[in-house]
């Protein structure tokens, strides 16, 4: 049974305390910093805070169609401080992962993307060879000649060696039988997150997690997931900014992605968020998914440990 | 522990006892009667032969993209005596599950069907309203009005009660968004069938399984499956044709749908032919899905009974 997690929300001294126990914080964004375009009030000033207490500050995003410039582009906008290299997002963790762990012979090293465009920024930042995405020759309906040619294999490109699939509002027909017949043929699967839906005014729709599953499904095969709560991206954020885990706090208001993600990578700690998601009822059951070690109504309450 | 099944093929007398145990046969038909558009040989001759003998034959399919008159027209062009009493698909049984078991009120009775035009000539059939299916204004990229339109409801179809997903060449984000959120605000969700694959060309593509997958993943929810192996369709089968079902034998070649079908269907008989998906080792593993009654190298051996 997890320990009850300790309400920080008008506790100044306790917020003070939590803010240097840590020396890097990863957020997750959307539910936490902001809905769709909608900033929270005091994030801005909560993220300035932090940095000018010498923390670091990391976004950590399971949404694959931004690459990282385009997520600085929106952190921006909304008037949030932070660089190219403070931003971590699915597509960036599947290309690093492709390239530095699976390190595929050339000839065999080419990534079938479904997906849009964030995948492929972060695949060619990486130098890897990718066909799919969002090229307008995939953007149809199947035809006949499709359906034979993936048959005999006659269309199939023997250089794919790894079906890679991400959030595709253009999925069809096509984009997923192909992904289906290249893992078929022994190409790797994965996924850069599973996450079964999106939210998006004020609603949801289908995420990542719901686009690979029709792969899935046919194959028989679940993909290996890059995104949150995976520890494939935990491994990678520590290797590319050498945190010390104990003295990192995830940041986050979902508990199957981001609380999860931080316990299961064993940070010092978790603080759950109560402007997204989950709420309090979440965890308070006995078959919770997880338990944040703190939780606060809204991000910007840290600013009453300033 | 399953009696092994009794083996047909060169047993003359074997398959003379056999054919006179019943009076109804139900055919799967794609890896039974054919593998795409190529006949198996003998299979017109005994068709002919059972109807000869005075047996009903009935074509049992989980195709849901083809009506029966579209599979009449198919059976005819291979040499296969049929009309178009004979034939029952699992679109046709969608449309009887909805108008005769669901009986839903006017004004939410409307039908949202994600599949081709198979469903939409068999709800046509039965009288049911629908929108989607072949319908060009679904078969587009999803826009930003899309989206609102879906969160705040505005172009949701007040009148919708159901989702029917079926097999569908044409699916995109679009339908899939729209099925999500129909289902999310309490319409009933169906599938033709849930077959995660479909043969084609001597190797395999997604089945309606794998359409309705990401609807069913977004929402946490299964569609109850209106074909084989549901005994859904079993009950519509037997209260259109008035079988005995101790006269009745399935006839197939997948264990997890047509042998599953017959079985859990208390049939008097399953026969098993190996021109398709299972093979004989399938059934003697320890954790097999199903074992047949009979099986038989091929259909046409039945001819040996003649």
């Known amino acids: 049974m997890a320990a009850t997690p300790k309400y920080l929300t008008g506790d100044g001294a306790g917020i003070k305390e939590f803010i240097d126990k840590f020396d890097t914080f990863l957020f997750d ?18 993220i300035s805070l932090l940095k000018s207490k010498g923390k670091r500050v990391v976004f950590v995003t399971n949404n694959s169609t931004k690459s990282r410039q385009d997520y600085v582009k929106k952190l921006e906008k909304l008037g949030i401080p932070c660089d190219a290299e403070d931003v971590f997002g699915s597509s960036y963790s599947a290309a690093i992962y492709i390239n530095r762990i699976l ?38 309906d199947i035809t006949p000649a499709d359906f034979e040619g993936m048959a005999n294999g006659s269309i199939l490109d023997p250089e794919v060696g790894v079906v890679l699939c991400g959030l595709d509002f253009h999925i069809n027909y096509l984009k997923l039988a192909l992904g289906f017949h290249y893992v078929q043929r022994g190409a790797i699967f ?3 997150n599973a996450d079964s839906t999106l939210p998006m005014h004020h609603a949801f729709f289908l995420g990542a997690g719901s686009i690979m599953i ?5 194959v028989g095969e679940q ?7 995976s520890q494939a ?3 990678a954020v520590e290797g590319k900014f050498q945190l010390d885990r104990a003295k990192t706090c995830m940041i986050g208001d979902r508990l199957n992605t981001d609380i999860k993600f931080g316990i299961e990578g064993k940070l010092g700690g978790t603080l759950h968020v109560l402007t ?13 998914i997880a338990v944040p070690a703190y939780y606060a109504d809204k991000l910007s309450d840290l600013l009453q440990g300033a």
Not at 214 to 218: H, I, Y
Not at 223 to 229: A, D, E, N, R, S
Request: contains cysteine; aromatic residues 6%; negative net charge.
């Open 29 to 46: 964004c959307d539910g936490v910093l902001w809905n769709g375009d909608h900033v929270y009030e005091g994030v801005p000033e909560t």
């Open 190 to 192: 994965l996924a850069t």
């Open 276 to 288: 997204g998601v989950n709420q309090k009822a979440d965890w308070d059951r006995e078959d919770a």
């Open 103 to 140: 390190k595929l012979p050339p000839g065999k090293n080419k990534v079938f993307a479904i997906g849009e465009s964030g995948i492929e920024t972060e695949l060619a930042s990486e130098g890897i060879p990718f066909i799919g995405g969002t090229d307008p020759n995939f953007r149809r």
């Open 233 to 235: 991206m935990m491994d």
């Open 223 to 229: 993909p290996t997931i890059l995104g949150k709560p």
């Open 214 to 218: 029709p792969v899935a499904n046919a």
